[in-house]
């Protein structure tokens, strides 16, 4: 009897359980969608983030002097041709400025600001070159003491001529060096894979050395197994500081925030106002035959180019050519091919966030 009064109450069990899946599954259903949602305006989101009252800041700060007593092991193993790579919970931009500022001192520091949306990766090169020269002569460490050879600027060297000179035998002391303080190594403007690569080339030069921090959970993924133990020569340091991450968060956008057309029109028109008039307009051709073709993938570029030639707004494929890389690097010009294989140029907008941008552009 025991046995059987068991199975009826599994057997209850089963039917109540089930009879209240179907009458939850019956209830109506809500009518709220996704686009409901009233976002928030960026500024008002930026001016809350900028309130908000920071937690535990004298853990943080006692946190961050404890690390102060790794400093002359870091500067040893820089010394050594390691390079130095900080990963942890919470921004490590305070304590890379910190170390460089005074663990540093007898070296140049050139820092690289990963978190920006684009980096220039020759004018990183440039400027490193640039840095180590001006060291070389200040310290006199050419076999001549002089460097007047170069004639050549570094600004019009290839990159194969700059590295030669990052890895050069012309110094005489090995352990002179120009470090390179790099925030956010992961970060979008140095995230794909030919500037890690030249990152990498940059660090396995015998005059430099580099101290990165890392946050994205996927950022190891960048590098292969040369890169990492080659080039890079990391030491790992888990060093979390639980700091706000404040200047790095100002430059990646906010999912909680509007991003309609209001936005991206006002994104847009500050990129062009740093641009030449005849940019603009030739910006402004472009933003005009989408709103007139909006059925189209684009404007072929022989197209953009008769009509800007006619009024004269270029009088090659050089400059138009020129203009184009500007709006890509932007991001205000993308490229698609239409159904006859044809490259075409388009503006990654909305049509009312382009009307809206048509009268901001200069006549």
């Known amino acids: 009897m025991e046995g059987n009064d068991a199975d009826e109450d599994e057997f209850g069990f089963s039917r109540n359980y089930f009879l209240a899946k179907e009458l939850g599954s019956s209830g109506k259903k809500s009518a709220h969608k996704l686009s409901d949602i009233d976002l928030v305006d960026e500024q008002e989101l930026r001016a809350a983030a900028s309130n908000l009252e920071t937690k535990h800041?004298?853990?943080?700060?006692?946190?961050?002097?404890?690390?102060?007593?790794?400093?002359?092991?870091?500067?040893?193993?820089?010394?050594?041709?390691?390079?130095?790579?900080?990963?942890?919970?919470?921004?490590?931009?305070?304590?890379?400025?910190?170390?460089?500022?005074?663990?540093?001192?007898?070296?140049?520091?050139?820092?690289?600001?990963?978190?920006?949306?684009?980096?220039?990766?020759?004018?990183?090169?440039?400027a490193l070159a640039e840095v180590l020269q001006d060291q070389l002569k200040t310290k006199r460490m050419t076999p001549s003491g002089n460097l007047s050879k170069v004639q050549q600027p570094f600004s019009s060297r290839s990159m194969d001529d700059l590295f030669a000179f990052l890895d050069g035998s012309h110094v005489v002391e090995n352990d002179s060096f120009v470090c390179v303080a790099i925030h956010n190594i992961d970060g979008p403007g140095l995230r794909d894979a030919d500037t890690q690569q030249y990152l990498a080339r940059i660090s396995a030069c015998s005059h430099v050395r580099v101290v990165a921090s890392i946050d994205h959970v996927n950022a190891p993924l960048l590098w292969d197994k040369k890169m990492?133990?080659?080039?890079?020569?990391w030491c790992w340091y888990h060093v979390p500081t639980f700091a706000p991450y404040k200047v790095e968060g100002i430059f990646f956008p906010l999912i909680l925030a509007h991003g309609g057309s209001a936005q991206s029109t006002k994104t847009a028109v500050i990129v062009l106002q740093s641009l030449t008039p005849n940019a603009?307009?030739?910006?402004?051709?472009?933003?005009?035959?989408?709103?007139?073709?909006?059925?189209?993938?684009?404007?072929?570029?022989?197209?953009?180019y008769r009509v800007c030639r006619e009024r004269f707004l270029v009088s090659n494929q050089v400059t138009l050519n020129s203009h184009l890389t500007e709006f890509k690097d932007h991001e205000l010009v993308k490229t698609r091919r239409n159904s006859d294989g044809q490259d075409c140029l388009y503006i990654p907008l909305t049509t009312e966030a382009i009307e809206k941008l048509l009268p901001e552009i200069n006549q």
């Open 57 to 126: 800041e004298k853990e943080i700060f006692s946190l961050m002097n404890s690390y102060r007593s790794l400093y002359s092991n870091w500067v040893f193993e820089l010394r050594c041709g390691f390079g130095l790579l900080l990963y942890g919970f919470g921004s490590k931009k305070a304590l890379i400025e910190d170390f460089a500022s005074t663990a540093l001192t007898e070296c140049a520091v050139v820092v690289i600001n990963g978190y920006l949306q684009s980096i220039n990766i020759k004018q990183v090169v440039i």
């Open 228 to 233: 990492v133990h080659t080039q890079f020569n």
């Open 280 to 304: 603009q307009n030739v910006f402004k051709v472009l933003a005009e035959h989408q709103l007139a073709h909006p059925d189209e993938e684009g404007m072929p570029i022989s197209n953009l």
